[in-house]
């Protein structure tokens, strides 16, 4: 059974850093793009950032680029997301998601997410 | 680059059809055939409904369909039920960018 569960999300203070971690089980990770969505209170989704299955290629939000960083180790079945200068409006429910390949960027299967609370 | 539109709400009565839109521009939906339909029931994640405008994933019911027409992609959901009830994000890929639309609540009357 294909399994994401994320970890690390929590109450961090404006400027602050997170990392967000994803744990990958029931497939081969290294076969597939993977990429991080965030569900903001009373809002709806935004796509954060993806990268490539070997970790060569790595795309980014405009409202993160410079601030969020995705990686992943395909040896530790694990994807993760380096959140620094953390800002109120980052505060969202962080989902780890699975790419469908070859569809454009859609998301197969998803995990439960992790809550990041930024607040002073 | 703006979210893709979709209306707040729709409705429907169990067994009868809804078709909720999403309107984006010619650098997105209008230029690929890569529009996404997700089912969010509340405390949940997203569910791929339809990917690539029209493929539905395994285990997501023929009742469920997409299309595209220009800019417009819309999902049509046949023979309403109670358990549609959710919210339904699009989402479409854009040079190296997904964008999403804020979202449509359908509720089953």
């Known amino acids: 059974e294909v399994q994401l569960v994320e970890s690390g999300g929590g109450l961090v203070q404006p400027g602050g850093s997170l990392r967000l971690s994803c744990a990958a089980s029931?497939?081969?990770?290294?076969?597939?793009?993977m990429g991080w969505v965030r569900h903001a209170p009373g809002k709806g989704l935004e796509w954060v950032a993806s990268?490539?299955?070997?970790?060569?290629?790595?795309y980014y939000a405009d409202s993160v680029r410079g601030r969020f960083s995705i990686a992943r180790d395909n040896a530790k079945n694990s994807l993760y997301l380096q959140m620094n200068s953390l800002r109120a409006e980052d505060t969202a429910i962080y989902y780890c998601?699975?790419?469908?390949?070859?569809?454009?960027?859609?998301?197969?299967?998803w995990g439960q997410g992790t809550l990041v609370t930024v607040s002073s | 680059q703006s979210a893709l539109t979709q209306p707040p709400s729709a409705s429907g009565s169990p067994g009868q059809s809804v078709t909720i839109s999403c309107t984006g521009t010619?650098?997105?939906?209008?230029?690929?055939?890569?529009v996404s339909w997700y089912q969010q029931h509340p405390g949940k994640a997203p569910k791929l409904m339809i990917h690539?405008?029209?493929k539905r994933p395994s285990g997501v019911p023929d009742r469920f369909s997409g299309s595209k027409s220009g800019n417009t992609a819309s999902l049509t959901v046949s023979g309403l039920q109670a358990e549609d009830e959710a919210d339904y994000y699009c989402?479409?890929?854009?040079?190296?960018?997904?964008?999403f639309g804020g979202g449509t609540k359908l509720t089953v009357l």
């Open positions: 998601a699975r790419d469908v390949p070859y569809s454009g960027w859609s998301f197969g299967c």
């Open positions: 029931g497939f081969t990770l290294r076969s597939y793009w």
């Open positions: 990268i490539t299955g070997d970790g060569s290629g790595e």
């Open positions: 010619r650098s997105d939906v209008g230029n690929y055939n890569y």
């Open positions: 690539e405008v029209t």
């Open positions: 989402s479409s890929y854009a040079d190296n960018n997904v964008l």
